[in-house]
């Protein structure tokens, strides 16, 4: 529920404390990735309860029905990253890029300390990166990527992408199952 200061517990699985807050993120480019990743697990979750064969969304569910399906959405296994790679993600870019910066999330924002969000320039002209530290832990990953729309299109950012990858979610394969090549 809600907390009062603009958190809400939603749960969550795999024993990581998914509450989310906008509240202690120091930039504009945190608030942005977590608020993407927040939008991600409830649309999951709103597909989840229109999707049931009894359709009782549709006629009230009970709290208990929704949490359920929203907590089981905050729970997927995927990072973002992974799901444009299989194809599951309709473009490179997050819904939260603007004209002057394409945004591309590599991790789930939700599941890092918003103190710990900042800012990174990146070697590349044009690149930078928000980086964080996971919630209870001390290593810093890249959460998300922030391209300068007018040195990079959408198709250059994502090539730029296939080309570093490696820097940011270690070894492996660009294309991790899916249709993307």
Not at 61 to 68: D, I, N, P, R, S
Not at 91 to 106: H, I
Request: proline content about 2%; overall charge negative; some cysteine.
């Amino acid at each position: 529920g809600d907390d009062g200061v603009g958190g809400h517990d939603v749960g969550g699985g795999g024993g990581v404390d998914t509450k989310w807050s906008l509240q202690g993120h120091s930039s504009n480019e945190a608030i942005l990735s977590h608020a993407s990743s927040a939008l991600d697990a409830a649309e999951a979750a709103l597909g989840g309860l229109l999707g049931r064969a009894d359709n009782k969304a549709g006629s009230g569910a009970g709290l208990k029905e929704v949490e359920g399906v929203f907590n089981k959405a905050l729970s997927d296994d995927l990072q973002p990253y992974q799901k444009y790679e299989r194809g599951q993600l309709p473009s490179f870019f997050d819904r939260t890029s603007s004209e002057s910066c394409g945004r591309f999330r590599v991790r789930h924002a939700r599941l890092y300390e918003p103190t710990s969000m900042r800012k990174k320039e990146d070697s590349d002209r044009g690149v930078s990166v928000l980086v964080g530290t996971v919630r209870g832990g001390e290593e810093e990953h890249a959460i998300t990527i922030m391209f300068d729309r007018g040195l990079f299109d959408e198709a250059e950012a994502g090539q730029w992408w296939k080309d570093n990858r490696h820097r940011f979610v270690g070894g492996g394969k660009f294309d991790s199952g899916g249709d993307r090549d």
